[in-house]
């Protein structure tokens, strides 16, 4: 080969190396850690509205509060046709949280924005009009709503105040985004499941699914409509009624245990 074009080659390869640093560097955002002492009013309401965060020993609490406190001050949290208080974004932020405790240095890099809205919406993203037309309490954005999340403001209240309904729409769509890092929303969360462990998840997945359609499952029917959803509603049974999942699934809730690295139910 010819030395000019030897030194071409070369040329496109430098700028090539030096247009992807560029991008790379225009758009990653540098992760803010906290500084300031955590607010006692934060405290306050992850007391009185977190479960999670009350069964945590001391250490365990300060490392909540530590990852609430940088999901707050790195992700926007927006109210949209209503203002997002200070106890929303706690809650928030706790959702975002309790999925992660067991690994302290992730990071939602998929994640900009989450808009609250006052109540349920459509498809097209409004809050008013028949309610049978508004079913959406919970969603993570694709297209143009890409690393946008969009959260009821009255499902996010709903999800922590009742704890025996095995539901948390927040939790649900924080589980949807940790399943989407791997780049596919497939109920196969590749970046905390290890390799030996899919097939066996994915039989497992398989055989439930036809329970649930069979009616014979105390699952929420929402998991058949797919494996994504049923990553996601099996999670907000997990974090909410281990013991019961423990009890009537043993093997569903030794592959969450192995997935989110985390034991809700010591001896």
Do not use: C
Request: net charge neutral; proline share 4%.
């Amino acid at each position: 080969m010819p030395q000019e074009n030897i030194i071409k080659i070369v040329i496109v390869l430098l700028v090539g190396i030096a247009l992807l640093y560029w991008l790379n560097k225009k758009y990653s955002r540098s992760w803010r850690k906290p500084i300031k002492p955590f607010p006692k009013k934060w405290r306050a309401i992850l007391k009185k509205e977190i479960s999670f965060y009350r069964d945590l020993n001391h250490e365990e609490i300060k490392l909540f509060e530590y990852k609430l406190k940088e999901f707050i001050i790195n992700i926007k949290i927006t109210g949209i046709e209503t203002t997002a208080t200070i106890e929303d974004k706690v809650m928030v932020a706790a959702s975002a949280v309790i999925p992660i405790f067991a690994f302290p240095e992730w990071k939602y890099k998929n994640l900009k924005e989450v808009l609250i809205y006052p109540n349920n919406f459509n498809m097209d993203f409004e809050t008013k009009g028949k309610d049978n037309d508004r079913r959406i309490m919970g969603m993570v954005g694709t297209g143009y709503m890409n690393d946008k999340m969009i959260l009821s403001k009255t499902a996010l209240h709903r999800g922590f105040k009742n704890e025996t309904d095995k539901k948390n729409t927040a939790i649900h769509e924080f589980v949807h985004l940790i399943d989407k890092m791997d780049g596919t929303v497939d109920g196969i969360p590749e970046v905390l499941l290890e390799k030996q462990y899919v097939i066996p998840w994915i039989d497992m997945i398989e055989r439930k699914l036809e329970e649930i359609v069979k009616g014979k499952s105390d699952i929420n029917p929402y998991a058949a409509t797919g494996r994504e959803e049923f990553f996601a509603v099996l999670s907000e049974y997990f974090f909410e009624r281990p013991r019961l999942l423990k009890k009537k699934h043993p093997e569903l809730y030794e592959m969450l245990e192995e997935i989110f690295d985390q034991d809700l139910v010591e001896e």
